[in-house]
């Protein structure tokens, strides 16, 4: 009598557990990734990954395209600010907070953000400063800035001074560990507390270096020193990974590739014969052949339009064909790609600046690309942009450029001034009117509002909006215009359009 075949028999014949941690399955016995912190897995591969990120950038114009997209979509030349103090916290009236706004706007973005006295280097704007700081992150993995005052005459003395990824770095370049790695030394909770960076870059003219320890927070006043700028994906990560890191491989292929296919279009482009002998000596030179222009080279011989060679008894013509174009070229660059769409976060068909999907696939495209270019520039906003206002505030509040009450001493009351918004370029409309008639209808159902719908389809405000609007009706009507009657206007677009569809 045969033994019953159990379930319990099944399971352990079957081994549970993943497939993927099998070491039996010849796929899997060979993928043998170690175990390590985040620290062990990405510094030691950091400074490979930034030249090659760097190098792709500048040489290969599908990433050249790619990172610029983001950049342009994200930040554009750079966030601007839309103070919003919380009037209700701060005890005053929605016209007094207004105005408050208005003044901290003008003088941020007019005064301090549009002079280069901003910059410690005195070359860039602060939307400069946030381009190279964009790229930074990118290509790099991280970037930081330290906020110096410095007196130029100026009215504001803050300045935003930008460090590259490669000096933050161990002093004398020692090697990392649970303390002070990657150029950071943390404290007990993994906390930054130390930032190390170098005097000169390790790649630039000087022979020598030395380190300048600056403390991540000031002793006294504990606001930030150092503004690291870094996407961290795991518990105690300490620096960035760039972005292209995990299609970096890919790119180098493709790039030997597209050199090789080019050299072999070039080839194929020259007609090439070749002529057979039993021999395998050169035949005398043919027909064709200008002794003046021929430039001493006894293998060289030209083929004249509608010339006639005769060939001697045993000689023989071949041609090369190398065969291109290579049919397989384009779908091989096309895979490779949307694999560098996919970690960029850009759909293919922006990526190549290419539509040629129905408008409900392009459309989802952007909407798809939209959604990271939003919670990038919300991330870049929060951590680069929000920091160095609030510091710039502080200044500002400190020296009696802007008058609030109660912003040094209570918490709470500097929270509610530095509330703010930062706004950017805004996503391109395929259908404009569909689209602004979607915006009437959610503000008319109450899901939106005007002030949120001027910033996202236009990056305007919608109070300023208002205001010109209304200089601009009272001025028609004194110079005697008349209006734009809009159900006509609507009758006109509709009998147009009837005429081009005829």
């Not at 930081?144 to 004398?172: H, M, T, W």
């Amino acid at each position: 009598m045969s033994k019953p075949f159990s379930i319990h028999s099944r399971m352990t014949m079957s081994g549970g557990g993943y497939d993927a941690a099998s070491t039996k399955r010849r796929v899997t016995r060979t993928w043998n990734a170690r175990l390590g912190s985040s620290d062990t897995d990405d510094l030691p591969s950091l400074e490979k990954l930034r030249t090659s990120s760097r190098d792709a950038y500048r040489n290969q114009p599908l990433v050249t395209g790619g990172i610029d997209t983001k950049r342009y979509n994200t930040i554009g030349g750079g966030l601007v600010l839309q103070a919003q103090p919380n009037h209700e916290v701060l005890g005053i009236t929605e016209e007094e907070a207004s105005a408050w706004a208005k003044d901290v706007e003008f003088k941020f973005s007019k005064v301090w953000a549009k002079s280069k006295n901003c910059d410690a280097e005195r070359t860039k704007t602060f939307g400069d400063i946030q381009v190279v700081a964009f790229y930074s992150t990118l290509l790099s993995g991280d970037v930081c800035a330290l906020l110096p005052y410095i007196d130029r005459g100026s009215k504001f003395s803050l300045a935003v001074q930008l460090i590259e990824a490669d000096r933050l770095s161990n002093p004398n370049n020692k090697t990392d560990n649970e303390k002070t790695a990657g150029g950071i030394t943390v404290g007990e909770y993994g906390d930054p507390v130390t930032y190390h960076f170098s005097k000169y870059h390790p790649g630039g003219f000087s022979m020598r270096n030395q380190w300048v320890d600056v403390p991540a927070y000031g002793e006294k006043s504990n606001r930030p020193n150092v503004i690291h700028l870094c996407e961290r994906r795991r518990p105690g990560q300490r620096r960035g990974v760039p972005v292209l890191a995990p299609v970096l491989e890919s790119l180098k292929v493709l790039s030997e590739y597209t050199t090789a296919e080019l050299e072999s279009a070039l080839i194929s482009g020259l007609y090439t014969v070749f002529i057979k002998t039993e021999t395998g000596e050169l035949p005398d030179p043919m027909g064709g052949v200008d002794e003046a222009e021929d430039d001493g080279d006894d293998r060289t011989m030209e083929l004249a339009p509608g010339l006639i060679v005769g060939l001697k008894e045993g000689e023989s013509i071949e041609t090369a064909n190398p065969g291109r174009p290579n049919q397989a070229f384009e779908p091989f660059v096309q895979a490779i790609v949307k694999q560098v769409g996919a970690a960029l976060q850009v759909p293919y068909e922006l990526l190549i600046k290419h539509f040629s999907s129905s408008y409900s696939a392009s459309r989802a495209a952007l909407l798809e690309a939209w959604k990271a270019f939003k919670t990038r520039r919300a991330w870049f906003a929060e951590n680069f942009c929000q920091p160095i206002y609030e510091e710039w505030l502080h200044e500002a509040v400190l020296i009696g450029a802007i008058n609030a009450p109660g912003f040094i001493e209570d918490e709470e009351i500097r929270t509610a001034y530095c509330q703010a918004a930062w706004n950017g370029p805004q996503p391109g409309q395929l259908d404009p009117v569909k689209e602004t008639q979607a915006a009437v209808a959610r503000v008319e159902a109450g899901f939106s509002t005007r002030t949120k719908e001027a910033a996202e389809m236009t990056g305007t405000d919608f109070e300023q909006n208002a205001m010109i609007a209304k200089r601009e009706n009272a001025l028609i009507l004194e110079s005697g215009l008349k209006r734009i009657d809009n159900s006509k206007a609507e009758k006109i677009d509709l009998e147009e359009e009837k005429m081009n569809n005829e």
